[in-house]
């Protein structure tokens, strides 16, 4: 009995104090289609990704040039339905965690500065450009940009996480389109710097 406050004390400052994490990218291409969802569209089948370079660097990702938005069978008007969840792979198969992001129009909050998806990606896109990701052959032209790779986390984030992105477009009816369901992730590899 008397043991059992220094071990709620040792793993309370265990969560304090947190670590960092560098997450090593699966895929060179970042981006995969997700392999549940056959009928989902992924990222190459919504956006043209060839103008777009992408470098790897030590605790960061490099991006530079442009990007060409093509999401068929969806309207300019319509409103973008959008979630994230990160997943953890344990015991063989890939467990959901608590982090999952949910927004019901992404489309009002694409260059919002507050919104997680801000810092590494759409505040690099010129403010010239700042269009949903509805609008048809419409380019997003990059000012250079890094993206670091290593985050503090409170808790142990070691291992094979993947991120998947979830976008479903609804008409001015609030109806789901047909066909237009985008699904893809990102996976990789938590490792423990410091």
């Known amino acids: 009995m008397g043991e059992l406050p220094w071990i709620w004390i040792v793993c309370s400052i265990s969560l304090v104090m947190g670590s960092y994490f560098d997450f090593i990218v699966d895929n060179d291409e970042i981006f995969e289609k997700c392999p549940d969802r056959p009928e989902a ?5 919504i956006v043209d990704l060839s103008e777009f370079i ?3 660097k030590e605790g960061y990702v490099s991006g530079r040039g442009q990007m060409t938005m093509h ?3 969806v309207e300019a008007t319509d409103r973008v339905y959008g979630y994230s969840e990160l997943f953890k792979f344990q015991r063989g198969t ?6 999952l992001v949910h927004e019901f129009n992404f489309c009002k909050r694409q260059f919002d500065a507050t919104t997680i998806w801000y810092n590494v990606w759409s505040r690099h896109i010129r403010r010239e450009d700042q269009k949903c990701i509805n609008n048809y052959e419409h380019v997003y032209h990059y000012e250079p940009f890094d993206v670091e790779t290593v985050s503090y986390f409170p808790t142990n984030m070691e291992g094979l996480h993947k991120i998947v992105i979830h976008l479903d477009a609804y008409d001015k009816f609030n109806v789901r389109r047909a066909n237009a369901e985008v699904c893809f992730q990102i996976s990789g590899e938590f490792i423990k710097v410091k």
């Open 41 to 45: 569209m992924g990222i190459h089948d």
């Open 54 to 56: 992408i470098e790897f």
């Open 71 to 73: 999401w068929k069978g």
């Open 94 to 99: 890939w467990q959901p965690t608590t982090v």
